[in-house]
């Protein structure tokens, strides 16, 4: 399977609402999506049981699967459940983990996908990858685009905040994702799509001026949407571009140097906010401080649990991650040294904008 699947579809169907859970019925029943009501559903552990209880009136004799791990294996096994029988559609209903699954295992069979999202921890449900564990680490992989995105908002209230605060960190962070694609298309010439980048960089920005809280309706409908057009904008340019730069480098080597130390939103949210520092770009850094500070989200490396020097150490490990990729940090390839010193100036700048 290639790394990534192109594709410029866009979802039939994009809510972000309460209630989507237990109401599937009337979109199940569009015949876009299902021309004779012959759906797997595929849920999580723990709250799966729960989801089932809820939507069991509106699927009818649905087929319902429990998947668990969010791992490569289990997709697998998964797609060979599916290709027992005919199915219109695969319906994932969950978090992230559920949701890569499930898209997955449906781009190996060739099976439409529904996605209803119950966490807004990252932009994966609507994106055209899947992140799945396996023997070695965690892969990205290349997945159809799901044909319908729902995300049911009573779920995500109720939800872990910490979770809402990571797809905030996700979301923000294309900003800068977007500013390294730039970057790479006037140093090196690499293609730019406008388009992509218009709809990351749209979304990013409406989550990043947003007065609300994560408490708020309002403000989980824009960072739903803000997820969802990042998701999109990868599909539209064929490639995660829009919505991993510098940031997601970073994430990457403090996964491989230090696993464990966070969730994947609020490592690329700290990236991006020292990746924007290291451009220059002063007021775009000042904004996305202090929207980072108010949710909560990390702004220091000793906000994840890390030191300055593991922090200087992932610094350096990045561009090893993602080879083919050109950011601020090839850009500048900096020392240790210079990595030290620039983290130093950073920690100040830090201080004069959050006190």
Not at 28 to 55: F, K, M, N, T, W
Not at 127 to 146: N, Q, R, W
Not at 148 to 176: C, K
Request: aromatic residues 4%; proline residues 5%.
């Amino acid at each position: 399977m290639p790394l990534l699947a192109r594709t410029v579809n866009t979802p039939l169907v994009i809510e972000v609402r309460r209630g989507a859970v237990a109401d599937l019925g009337p979109l199940l029943a569009d015949r876009r999506i299902s021309a004779g009501g012959d759906v797997a559903v595929v849920v999580g552990p723990g709250q799966g049981e729960r989801i089932v209880e809820l939507c069991r009136p509106s699927l009818g004799a649905a087929d319902v699967f429990t998947v668990a791990g969010g791992t490569i294996d289990a997709a697998n096994d998964l797609g060979d459940r599916l290709r027992r029988r005919h199915y219109d559609a695969v319906v994932g209903i969950g978090g992230g983990k559920t949701i890569d699954t499930a898209k997955y295992a449906a781009t190996r069979y060739g099976i439409p996908m529904v996605t209803v999202a119950t966490s807004l921890a990252n932009d994966g449900i609507a994106s055209p990858t899947a992140s799945l564990d396996h023997e070695g680490g965690k892969g990205s992989y290349g997945v159809h685009i799901p044909i319908a995105v729902i995300v049911d908002l009573d779920f995500v209230e109720n939800g872990p905040d910490r979770q809402t605060q990571a797809g905030i960190g996700d979301a923000v962070s294309n900003l800068n994702a977007c500013a390294d694609w730039e970057l790479a298309h006037e140093v090196r010439g690499e293609p730019i799509d406008g388009l992509a980048v218009t709809l990351a960089r749209t979304g990013a920005e409406a989550l990043l001026n947003h007065p609300g809280k994560i408490t708020d309706d309002s403000f989980l409908t824009t960072l739903a949407e803000a997820l969802i057009m990042g998701g999109i904008a990868s599909s539209v340019c064929g490639s995660t571009r829009p919505a991993s730069g510098g940031d997601h480098e970073i994430s990457h080597a403090i996964d491989r140097l230090h696993p464990g130390t966070a969730a994947h939103g609020e490592q690329v949210g700290l990236g991006a906010l020292f990746c924007t520092f290291l451009r220059g770009d002063t007021d775009r850094f000042g904004r996305l401080a202090h929207c980072l500070h108010r949710h909560g989200l990390a702004t220091t490396p000793g906000d994840l649990g890390l030191t300055d020097e593991q922090f200087v150490d992932a610094v350096q490990f990045a561009p090893r991650t993602r080879p083919d990729r050109y950011t601020i940090l090839e850009h500048l390839a900096m020392s240790p040294t210079e990595t030290r010193e620039r983290l130093a100036d950073y920690a100040g700048a830090i201080r004069d904008h959050l006190g």
